[in-house]
């Protein structure tokens, strides 16, 4: 099994920044791959960023290119979210995933990943 904890989630200003955090624990061996998903009230959850352990390439959502920069802790199994210049639109909550299954590409839909964590809640004001 593999657990996933994110932090990092809050209040932020129109215009700021925020980092997000996921914490994988368990049986990371497992793990092929991971990413960022979000989804606001009455939408779909959607792909954010992903990062794939086998080739090292990263991949955005059209509606964050340039601003969010997924990254990666090896040593401490950790992935983060890095956001700049945030819109109000950003407003979600937020789920980290983890994929299981090795793939040569980063998978952006929901039924690709196999653990997701509980979420951390990102708020941006206008």
């Known amino acids: 099994q593999v657990q996933l904890v994110e932090s990092g989630g809050g209040l932020v200003q129109a215009g700021g920044s925020l980092s997000l955090s996921c914490a994988a624990s368990?049986?990371?061996?497992?793990?092929?791959?991971m990413g960022w998903f979000r989804q606001a009230p009455g939408k779909e959850r959607e792909f954010v960023a992903g990062?794939?352990?086998?080739?090292?390439?990263?991949r955005y959502g059209d509606s964050v290119k340039g601003r969010f920069t997924i990254s990666r802790d090896n040593a401490k199994t950790t992935v983060y979210l890095q956001m700049n210049s945030l819109k109000p639109e950003d407003t979600a909550v937020y789920y980290c995933?983890?994929?299981?299954?090795?793939?040569?590409?980063?998978?952006?839909?929901?039924?690709?990943?196999?653990?997701w964590g509980q979420g951390t809640q990102v708020t941006v004001s206008s």
């Open positions: 995933a983890a994929r299981g299954r090795s793939t040569m590409s980063v998978r952006v839909t929901v039924n690709e990943y196999d653990y």
């Open positions: 368990g049986r990371t061996v497992s793990t092929a791959g």
């Open positions: 990062l794939n352990w086998s080739v090292g390439g990263t």
